[in-house]
């Protein structure tokens, strides 16, 4: 499935799509001003595939929240840049939409490699990054091989997802091309997550479906023990992209997380 009303973004020579659910008596000049009242979400996809992916969340969430969700550079329908990009330029060119559009407080929620986006953001902008998700995290230092993600990736496929979840992921994997997604590929392998995660000061919430055989349990809990304000939930009979198959747990576990860390009326 996909969002309507998406709009071309540039920012620093990139091109990307965003999609926005927000409500129109808070609108401004330029954007949505955070007023506190309720929480922002920003979403982010994983290598190869766009927001198509996180439709689904992306609705459940905007019932009580502010929702931004994203077809980055490369992905779903943006334009292919000219170069390889690192975690680094991808989280720069969302911090300068964002900017743009009046984004003044959020909460990132990354999926796979839009984990390592997440923590970078939160890394680059402590004072406006409010705490971030982490949903189904890439990549595992034990399993630091292609050969290893490809098999445990046709696992998930074979044995933990739906028709829908597969059809969407695989149609954006071939939207993307081979060549641009071997071009990331590299980047989202050698992205020390777990490192990078220590110097998070935000609450960081590491959420994972019990089925995923990508997000390991093991490696899931480790990561929440890295982040010094770490916590980690499970999505039950879930795989890998349990924000597609059980949309509304995973927004139910996202907004209790964010409910009890700042107080935020998410009642839909």
């Given at each position: 499935m996909a969002l309507n009303g998406g709009r071309n973004v540039e920012s620093g020579g990139l091109q990307g799509i965003l999609y926005s659910s927000v409500q129109p008596s808070r609108a401004g000049a330029k954007g949505i001003p955070d007023t506190g009242a309720r929480p922002t979400y920003v979403l982010l996809h994983g290598i190869g595939v766009s927001h198509r992916y996180l439709a689904r969340l992306h609705q459940e969430l905007a019932k009580a929240a502010d929702v931004y969700s994203f077809d980055l550079p490369g992905f779903g329908k943006s334009s292919k840049p000219g170069r390889q990009l690192q975690v680094e330029d991808f989280a720069a060119f969302v911090s300068a939409v964002l900017t743009d559009a009046g984004v003044a407080s959020y909460v990132p929620v990354g999926h796979s490699m839009g984990t390592q986006f997440a923590v970078e953001l939160a890394l680059r902008e402590?004072?406006?990054?409010?705490?971030?998700?982490?949903?189904?995290?890439?990549?595992?230092?034990?399993?630091?091989?292609?050969?290893?993600?490809?098999?445990?990736?046709?696992?998930?496929?074979?044995?933990?997802?739906?028709?829908?979840?597969?059809?969407?992921?695989?149609?954006?994997?071939?939207?993307?091309?081979?060549?641009?997604?071997?071009?990331?590929?590299?980047?989202?392998?050698?992205?020390?997550?777990?490192?990078?995660?220590?110097?998070?000061?935000?609450?960081?919430?590491?959420?994972?479906?019990?089925?995923?055989?990508?997000?390991?349990?093991?490696?899931?809990?480790?990561?929440?023990?890295?982040?010094?304000?770490?916590?980690?939930?499970?999505?039950?009979?879930?795989?890998?992209?349990?924000?597609?198959?059980?949309?509304?747990?995973?927004?139910?576990?996202?907004?209790?997380?964010?409910?009890?860390?700042?107080?935020?009326?998410?009642?839909?």
């Open positions: 402590p004072w406006r990054v409010a705490g971030a998700v982490l949903m189904g995290p890439v990549v595992e230092p034990s399993r630091k091989s292609v050969a290893q993600q490809a098999l445990a990736l046709t696992r998930d496929a074979m044995f933990s997802e739906s028709l829908t979840s597969n059809a969407i992921v695989f149609s954006d994997y071939f939207r993307a091309g081979p060549r641009w997604y071997l071009t990331e590929l590299p980047v989202m392998m050698q992205y020390p997550l777990e490192e990078r995660l220590a110097g998070v000061s935000q609450p960081v919430l590491v959420l994972r479906g019990t089925r995923d055989p990508i997000a390991r349990r093991p490696w899931c809990v480790k990561l929440s023990a890295a982040a010094p304000q770490g916590s980690m939930g499970e999505i039950l009979g879930q795989g890998h992209v349990f924000q597609h198959t059980a949309p509304a747990l995973a927004a139910q576990a996202i907004n209790g997380w964010v409910r009890a860390l700042n107080g935020f009326d998410v009642t839909a």
